[in-house]
């Protein structure tokens, strides 16, 4: 699990890859991805958007935009936190996700940009 705060905000993730899922003979690996978004901070705040920046071993690179995560824009208050579940396809068996959360104080509505931590998209048989 990797981790980082960014002014109050605290991003966790773990990854899991999907084995059912994934096809390496037809280059299909699939990987799903766990998020915990804590407010470490005194107000009360809403995750807008999202950007996503995947890069693949054979040197792809995606990036992703979005509103919110899953279909929600969740509001986190102080000392709560936001899970959800999400996944990425790769064509390769190892590759790195990273990116940002715009998050929105709802005390004075200013707009931030909370750092998703660099992690890794690995199946385990790579690992050995």
């Keep these: 699990m990797v981790t980082e705060i960014t002014d109050g905000v605290k991003v966790s993730v773990e990854t ?3 084995s059912e899922y994934s096809n390496p003979g037809s280059e299909h690996f699939m990987f799903a991805y766990k998020v915990r978004i ?14 996503w920046f995947i890069f ?12 919110g995560v899953v279909g929600v824009q969740p509001v986190i208050e102080p000392g709560e936190n936001h899970e959800y579940v999400s ?7 190892i590759g790195t996700m990273k990116g940002s959360y715009q998050v929105k104080r709802l005390i004075d509505n200013e707009e931030f940009e909370v750092t998703i931590p660099e992690f890794y998209l690995v199946a385990p048989y790579k690992l050995n």
């Design 56 to 67: 693949d071993s054979n040197g792809t690179h995606r990036e992703v935009e979005g509103e």
């Design 87 to 93: 996944g990425c396809n790769l064509k390769t068996d």
């Design 16 to 18: 899991i890859y999907q």
């Design 38 to 51: 804590e407010n470490l901070g005194r107000y009360s705040v809403q995750l807008m958007r999202r950007h």
